[in-house]
């Protein structure tokens, strides 16, 4: 994620500011150019501002609930925007605890969006693609029975919105003995077994992904009964970015590439941040690095492995000093640089074609037909 500034006034500005706070002109996410706008009325519409030829947008319907702020495409009938038409299923907004974590959840998943789309990854919604469009169910556990689980089922990603609950999220990361647990964190594991599907097993890449990874025909739930009940091998961080990545090779890409996503996107900010490390104390310079570059677009895996190592010695050491966990609680030992570098050619396969209009064209009647409340 990178910082974005307001046209009319130079203000910086986040990702999720729906104004500014400096001249409070109304801002607005366009997803084709993944940049966030300065806007003035035009009509019921909105322009975008200093001389923009583009015919006036709307705004997402979830605008009106603060749960986006993403624009649709120009001169559209759209409800939804390019990230909540992939929306199934959303909790039943009338309950006021509801509409807070729902809210919590459309960030990290709009979050996760702009990452999709800045890597021209296949983003095609379910009206477009029934068989593995991509598809978000944010359920509320029911009041008696079983709980509803985070999971991923061939395209449809479900998050349970209990999981925007801090104190919930912090005692399920406790209990299941996770160094880490977020919202944003669920979304990229999630995702990383949707693109499993279409860039490894549909893609001709399974007999290379099986020769870091492991054999992925192995029996799924006998691999996580024997995780749950064994824990992970005790040499475990010599081959995997997390105890949960040994379950099984499904896991362990899922993981790998959450934890690429972390990385690219951390570097990103801290890019335009025009952050550095040099620590005193480096002769060697060892612990050094500068963040110029845009890791996005980097073909160089050492460059940004070279960068994150540093940047995230020195943020661990930080937040320590604020009596905080880790930013990052993980080692990268060089088997785990090997599949990140797996990771890191296939996404880079993606940058090099152009955009397909799947990713960014859809109809308000495919969007109508995809948004549930339930």
Not at 59 to 75: D, Y
Not at 257 to 273: C, N, P, Q, R
Not at 315 to 328: E, F, T, W
């Given at each position: ?158 998050v349970v919105i209990i999981e925007a609950d801090d104190v919930e999220r912090e005692k399920r990361r406790s209990q299941m003995h996770e160094p880490y647990r977020t919202l944003l964190g669920h979304f990229r594991h999630e995702v990383g077994h949707h693109y499993w599907d279409l ?176």
């Amino acid at each position: 994620m990178r910082l974005f500034q307001c046209q009319a006034c130079r203000n910086i500005v986040y990702f999720e500011n729906n104004a500014c706070e400096r001249c409070h002109h109304r801002l607005g996410f366009v997803p084709e150019t993944q940049q966030l706008f300065a806007l003035e009325p035009s009509g019921e519409a909105w322009a975008l501002l200093q001389g923009q030829t583009d015919t006036p947008r709307r705004f997402c319907a979830n605008a009106c609930r603060e749960a986006c702020n993403w624009l649709t495409p120009p001169g559209s009938d759209a409800l939804y925007c390019l990230a909540c038409q992939h929306n199934h299923i959303i909790p039943d907004l009338s309950y006021a605890a509801h509409l807070s974590a729902w809210r919590r959840v459309e960030s990290a998943k709009h979050r996760l969006i702009y990452s999709l789309l800045r890597w021209k990854l296949p983003l095609s919604n379910r009206g477009l693609d029934p068989h593995h469009g991509l598809e978000f169910n944010f359920p509320a556990d029911p009041p008696v029975g079983a709980k509803v689980m985070t999971g991923h089922d061939n395209g449809v990603i479900t998050v349970v919105i209990i999981e925007a609950d801090d104190v919930e999220r912090e005692k399920r990361r406790s209990q299941m003995h996770e160094p880490y647990r977020t919202l944003l964190g669920h979304f990229r594991h999630e995702v990383g077994h949707h693109y499993w599907d279409l860039l490894v097993r549909d893609d001709g890449k399974l007999d290379a992904c099986r020769l870091l990874f492991g054999d992925d025909s192995q029996d799924y739930q006998a691999a996580l009964e024997r995780h749950y009940t064994e824990g992970p091998p005790a040499n475990w961080q010599e081959q995997f970015v997390s105890a949960y990545a040994s379950t099984h090779p499904w896991e362990d890409f899922a993981e790998t590439w959450a934890h690429y996503l972390h990385i690219v996107d951390t570097l990103e900010m801290a890019s335009s941040f025009g952050m550095k490390v040099k620590p005193k104390l480096d002769d060697t310079g060892a612990q050094a690095a500068e963040i110029n570059f845009d890791p996005y677009t980097s073909n160089d895996l050492q460059q940004i492995i070279g960068a994150w190592l540093p940047f995230v010695f020195a943020m661990n050491s930080v937040n320590r000093a604020m009596g905080q966990g880790d930013l990052y609680p993980f080692i990268i030992a060089p088997a785990v640089v090997q599949k990140l570098d797996f990771v890191h050619k296939l996404f880079h396969k993606q940058l090099q074609k152009p955009i397909l209009g799947v990713c960014l064209s859809w109809g308000a009647e495919r969007a109508k037909e995809k948004q549930e409340q339930g």
